[in-house]
């Protein structure tokens, strides 16, 4: 490895001597014959010890790159974001020249990837994961690591590789996709609040069905409001919410509605108009109504008096009356009154008086008077 070289100095009284060692040599010491021949041809030799000391590698410093970065998953795509790692110095102990030589254990998720000296510098680009690589991340919260070198090597054949680690994070900002809306749902008014409907509707979504790309879909909802109608019907604002694994949501609106079309009933049939000898006027009954939506109901009675052509005929006009909010429950009977019966006359039995009797007034002779059925009575006329 060491091998015979000729060499002039050229100088007189002083020598440098450059010794050559092939790449091969191994680290050692070496003994060279040194002979030395002056223009007269006199010459003299002496051993020189040569010490080959090991090539040390190119030195990086810090000694790796680390970074993170973050591909998007949104509804225009995936959004990659790259990395441009801090900027390394690179030295050589033994100031042989450095070269950057290509990768050595190459990435496995980059897009693209620079690296160049001055100092070194390199940009990462993520890229090369499937969309469920991507949705798996999502799913279970997970990140992707990549790892691989840049390889330096000096002239001397010695070589240096800088680990490099990129952490790559996964964001999904694409929304559940409401497929099916919630619809609208109107029932009657059963009087306990429609419950178990309304419940019934709200566990189905009102049959809203969503999809995600990357999770199952949860599903909540928020009454917005309630707006009361008349008696036992009203309606509900309801939003439902779709929500994904990574929170983010879609949501879809829909109403509930409690109506009420049922007029109320009356719970007994119900008096008609009638013509009644004064005075057997009935008395009034007591009557209840109900309602499928409002349940039993308050009963208001009212009775109005047309008279007649005399005191003992008259209309008596009786009305019920009932309401359940949304509707009126309407009866009214017409009983006319009549008198058709005279009234009973009593007279005084007969009585003598004689020949041109002095008095013949109703004193003397006796009093007549009268009975009626309809309560009147007084003198006959």
């Given at each position: 490895?060491?091998?015979?070289?000729?060499?002039?100095?050229?100088?007189v009284?002083?020598a440098?001597l450059a010794?050559?060692?092939?790449?091969?040599?191994?680290?050692?010491?070496?003994?060279?014959l040194i002979?030395?021949?002056?223009?007269?041809?006199?010459s003299?030799?002496?051993?020189?010890?040569?010490r080959?000391?090991e090539?040390?590698?190119?030195?990086?410093?810090?000694?790796?790159?680390?970074g993170?970065?973050?591909?998007?998953?949104?509804?225009g795509?995936?959004?990659?974001?790259?990395?441009?790692f801090?900027?390394?110095?690179i030295?050589?102990p033994?100031?042989?020249?450095?070269v950057?030589?290509?990768?050595?254990?190459p990435p496995t998720y980059?897009a693209?990837?620079s690296a160049?000296?001055?100092?070194?510098?390199?940009?990462?680009?993520?890229?090369?994961?499937?969309?469920?690589?991507?949705?798996?991340?999502?799913?279970?919260?997970?990140?992707?690591?990549?790892?691989f070198?840049?390889?330096?090597?000096?002239?001397?054949?010695?070589?240096?590789e800088?680990?490099?680690?990129?952490t790559i994070?996964v964001e999904?900002?694409?929304p559940?996709?409401?497929v099916i809306?919630?619809r609208?749902?109107?029932?009657?008014?059963?009087?306990?609040?429609n419950?178990?409907?309304f419940q019934?509707?709200?566990?189905?979504?009102?049959g809203?069905w969503?999809?995600?790309?990357?999770?199952?879909?949860?599903?909540?909802?928020?009454?917005?409001?309630?707006?009361?109608?008349?008696?036992g019907?009203?309606?509900?604002h309801?939003?439902?919410?779709?929500?994904?694994?990574?929170?983010?949501?879609?949501?879809?609106?829909?109403?509930?509605t409690?109506?009420?079309?049922?007029?109320?009933?009356?719970?007994?049939a119900?008096?008609?108009?009638?013509?009644?000898e004064?005075?057997?006027?009935?008395?009034?009954p007591?009557?209840?109504?109900?309602?499928t939506c409002?349940?039993?109901?308050?009963?208001r009675f009212?009775?109005?008096?047309?008279?007649?052509?005399?005191?003992?005929k008259?209309t008596l006009a009786?009305?019920?009356?009932?309401?359940?909010?949304?509707?009126?429950?309407?009866?009214?009977?017409?009983?006319?009154v009549?008198?058709?019966?005279?009234?009973?006359?009593?007279?005084?039995?007969?009585?003598?008086?004689?020949?041109?009797?002095?008095d013949?007034s109703?004193?003397a002779?006796?009093w007549?008077?009268a009975?009626?059925?309809c309560?009147?009575?007084?003198?006959p006329?």
């Amino acid at each position: 490895g060491i091998r015979r070289q000729p060499w002039s100095s050229g100088q007189v009284g002083a020598a440098e001597l450059a010794v050559r060692v092939a790449p091969w040599v191994r680290p050692g010491d070496y003994q060279v014959l040194i002979t030395v021949t002056d223009p007269d041809g006199l010459s003299a030799s002496t051993l020189l010890t040569v010490r080959v000391v090991e090539n040390r590698p190119p030195v990086a410093t810090p000694p790796e790159l680390q970074g993170e970065t973050t591909v998007t998953l949104t509804p225009g795509g995936l959004v990659h974001k790259p990395v441009v790692f801090q900027r390394i110095a690179i030295s050589d102990p033994d100031e042989d020249p450095v070269v950057f030589e290509g990768y050595g254990i190459p990435p496995t998720y980059a897009a693209n990837l620079s690296a160049f000296l001055g100092s070194l510098v390199a940009m990462y680009t993520p890229g090369g994961l499937t969309d469920e690589a991507l949705c798996a991340a999502v799913r279970n919260r997970d990140v992707f690591v990549d790892t691989f070198s840049l390889p330096l090597r000096d002239s001397c054949g010695a070589r240096t590789e800088v680990p490099v680690r990129v952490t790559i994070r996964v964001e999904d900002r694409i929304p559940p996709k409401i497929v099916i809306p919630a619809r609208s749902k109107t029932v009657e008014c059963d009087g306990k609040g429609n419950l178990e409907e309304f419940q019934s509707w709200l566990a189905s979504r009102g049959g809203a069905w969503a999809f995600d790309t990357c999770c199952d879909v949860t599903w909540s909802y928020r009454i917005d409001r309630y707006e009361p109608g008349c008696g036992g019907t009203g309606k509900y604002h309801v939003t439902f919410v779709a929500r994904d694994c990574a929170g983010n949501e879609a949501e879809t609106k829909a109403t509930f509605t409690i109506v009420d079309t049922l007029p109320p009933k009356w719970d007994q049939a119900m008096p008609g108009d009638m013509v009644v000898e004064c005075p057997e006027i009935p008395r009034a009954p007591d009557v209840t109504a109900s309602d499928t939506c409002a349940g039993k109901l308050s009963v208001r009675f009212r009775e109005t008096r047309i008279d007649g052509e005399c005191p003992c005929k008259c209309t008596l006009a009786r009305t019920w009356k009932a309401t359940d909010g949304c509707h009126t429950l309407v009866h009214t009977q017409r009983i006319r009154v009549q008198d058709t019966t005279p009234p009973d006359l009593v007279v005084p039995g007969d009585v003598e008086l004689g020949c041109n009797p002095a008095d013949t007034s109703p004193a003397a002779a006796g009093w007549a008077t009268a009975k009626d059925s309809c309560g009147l009575a007084g003198p006959p006329t």
